[in-house]
């Protein structure tokens, strides 16, 4: 809360109080409603969930602790295998990715920083591919990409290389879905890495020059520095958008080559929405928040501890 | 961190962040800046490898079947057509002239009440005092770092029950819960001088009128942020539809067009037809609001 206004000072309330005492739940009942009903109880329930052998078909759903769980973690049970394998991918795909997806969008970030006619435009083309939803993009690089009659396979095989099974084998199939994420989403993080340079005092930079620091120099001892909340805040972001890996593999390899592509999500998706066994879904997606949640606050600690020397 | 606060938003050229640094400080802030061609040859390059896959599917939606399987690769069509078009119209097991109708109707109504929704609860929370307010604004904010998929099964069952499963409420309402919009909205509420509602309320308003008739009005460039983020996120969503929707009539086109890959994988022409027709309006509306968009993603990450 900002200031007190004085304006009302004379009356002797206080000027938060002016309306009659119902007024603000009148005000934030339809949000609580929703809140209530579409975040708050369904984090809560689908704990409850994730105790019981939740099977969405059967009339019964007969509690069994942690039974779920205990599944998740026992190699002979039917659900380790789907499981910890989307995890598995879902972590890989997370190792490739965000070091592009932080890299590129910073150096694209201090190319847009500078000053020179058209910029406006130029942040706005790298910007657009992010406002086209996956199903878009994924039919797009899907065509692109095709081994046949792809536009990538066409420039090779038109310079005389051999053509490239981009979606059937690996590791092709993930560089092709790495591809396709880093032109999707470049954008955002190029905005908000855009933002943060923007705010970046200018008297530093003049009193690194006094002092005779060159370009490379700046940026490790001003502008990196000063960056540090923007690159905690785009790592973690980065992560966990990655960690949600679904439609590009969904729709680009079908989870394939063998399962080599499924998520996380994916094997969430399966055991709860297509096998409709909700409980053990439940317990899925709750030790994938755990996971995230622990490198979130991992990678918190790592980068603060990076004081500049 | 904020450079800006919410309410330069409402600057014409609030789109160009520098602008909105005092002049003299804009002056030296680039006065070490030497910007050769080499800057302009680069971003030409960057851009087109933004732009050249977009020209390309559009490209091909004009292309006969043949041409688009040529090799070597034919850039422009043989001849022009729209086979491609007419042949996505008229397929009635892929219905996508009905989940164009459905995309927009579900946008619409997703954004609609999303921004009434949210602008209500932030104005309470910006400007009255009320017990649970600070219990409330905490739960809004733990919801912010709550992963989405944990709320699958539970909203899943939910829909169920309420009988939303394969209709377009269970793509508008639950997504209208995120607390984004609230937080949002209450930071620029915030910034908004209080002045302004005292004399309102000298004048004998009450809140209803407060809210309608002074703070909406002054939040326009917020709103209209908040809007096109959540008719975006509307039009563009994937896993949950995938998954709520069945019937080929009742989809959007975001899932729709995941069933018209798979049927129409070797006709090229008609998929990138389909691509086209989920692209063109949001890339429309992009154009339109573009600084809208990018400010509010800009200050979504600076106070995120």
């Known amino acids: 809360m900002s200031g007190r206004i004085t304006g009302l000072a004379g009356t002797g309330r206080s000027p938060l109080r002016h309306h009659h005492p119902v007024t603000p739940y009148l005000f934030v009942a339809p949000y609580v409603v929703l809140l209530l009903a579409f975040l708050v109880g369904p984090a809560v329930f689908g704990v409850w969930m994730s105790l019981h052998n939740w099977d969405f078909m059967l009339p019964g759903k007969p509690w069994v602790g942690l039974q779920n769980y205990r599944d998740l973690f026992d190699s002979s049970s039917v659900l380790f295998h789907p499981f910890w394998n989307g995890m598995k991918n879902t972590f890989l795909f997370v190792l490739i990715s965000v070091p592009f997806l932080v890299t590129i969008p910073l150096g694209l970030a201090l190319l847009l920083n500078r000053k020179f006619r058209g910029r406006t435009f130029f942040r706005a083309v790298v910007f657009t591919p992010f406002v086209l939803g996956v199903a878009v993009v994924g039919l797009i690089f899907g065509y692109l990409f095709d081994p046949e009659v792809g536009l990538v396979n066409g420039i090779l095989d038109g310079v005389g290389l051999p ?84 439609g590009q593999p969904y729709i680009l390899t079908k989870g394939g080559p063998g399962d080599s592509t499924t998520t996380a999500i994916m094997a969430m998706t399966n055991e709860g929405l297509r096998g409709f066994r909700m409980g053990s879904a439940a317990a899925m997606s709750y030790v994938l928040a755990l996971a995230l949640a622990i490198i979130s606050v991992a990678n918190f600690l790592i980068m603060r501890e990076r004081k500049p020397s | 961190m904020t450079t800006t606060s919410p309410i330069t938003g409402a600057r014409p050229d609030a ?101 009434v929704v949210a602008a209500m609860a932030a104005y309470a929370l910006s400007r009255m005092r009320f017990r649970g307010r600070n219990l409330l604004f905490g739960t809004l904010i733990a919801t912010l770092f709550m992963p989405g998929f944990i709320f699958f099964m539970p909203n899943y069952l939910t829909m169920s029950k309420l009988g939303w499963l394969d209709s377009y409420w269970a793509l508008v309402v639950p997504g209208a819960a995120g607390a984004f919009g609230v937080f949002f909205l209450r930071q620029f509420f915030l910034a908004i001088p209080r002045e302004l509602e005292e004399s309102a309320l000298i004048d004998g308003a009450n809140s209803w009128t407060i809210f309608t008739r002074i703070m909406l009005p002054l939040s326009k460039p917020a709103l209209v942020t908040l809007a096109v983020l959540s008719f975006l996120g509307a039009w563009n969503d994937f896993v949950w539809p995938v998954f709520v929707l069945f019937s080929p009539d009742k989809m959007t086109l975001a899932p729709g067009l995941a069933t018209l890959y798979g049927a129409y994988t070797t006709d090229y022409p008609v998929v990138m037809a389909g691509a086209t027709l989920a692209a063109v309006p949001v890339l429309i509306l992009y154009v339109v609001v573009q600084r809208y968009v990018i400010e509010g993603v800009a200050n979504s990450g600076l106070k995120g």
Do not use: C
């Open chain 1, 163 to 246: 053509k490239v099974s981009w979606l059937s084998t690996q590791p092709q199939a993930w560089i092709t879905i790495t591809v396709m994420t880093i032109w999707w989403t470049i954008g955002f993080n190029a905005v908000i890495f855009l933002a943060g340079l923007q705010g970046l005092s200018q008297q530093l930079y003049e009193a690194a020059e006094l002092d005779g620091a060159g370009r490379w120099s700046q940026f490790r001892h001003v502008t990196m520095p000063g960056l540090r909340n923007v690159f905690l805040f785009v790592v973690t972001t980065t992560i966990l958008a990655s960690a949600n890996l679904f």
């Open chain 2, 15 to 115: 789109s160009d962040p520098a602008a909105a640094e005092p002049p003299v400080r804009h002056r030296r802030a680039y006065s070490r800046t030497r910007v050769g061609p080499l800057t302009y040859v680069a971003m030409t390059v960057i851009s087109l490898i933004f732009i050249l896959p977009l020209l390309w599917m559009l490209l091909t939606t004009f292309k006969t079947e043949s041409d688009a399987r040529s090799i070597p690769i034919r850039v422009m069509p043989s001849e022009w057509t729209l086979r491609a078009y007419r042949l996505i119209f008229d397929d009635a097991a892929n219905p996508v002239y009905t989940w164009l109708i459905n995309s927009l109707v579900v946008s619409v109504l997703h954004m609609l009440l999303t921004v």
